[in-house]
């Protein structure tokens, strides 16, 4: 399966992975060098490099990480 699908997870599909990080980071303040580290160590977990972040939906991140 892919992880993006019925996960629970309250992610916008229609926009890239990287563009929910950024959304959630607005939502929740988190801004500066902190919203930097938090977002590479996010892809760093996912095992995504930073321009796949920027093209793939949510809908195709692969679970087997």
Do not use: H, M
């Not at 629970?8 to 988190?30: C, I, K, P, Q, R």
């Amino acid at each position: 399966g892919r992880c993006g699908e019925a996960t629970g997870f309250a992610l916008y599909g229609d926009l890239s992975v990287l563009e929910n990080l950024s959304f959630f980071a607005d939502v929740y303040g988190v801004k500066g060098r902190e919203r930097e580290e938090r977002i590479e160590r996010l892809l760093r977990f996912a095992r995504l490099d930073y321009a796949e972040a920027e093209q793939l939906l949510p809908a195709y991140v692969p679970c087997g990480f």
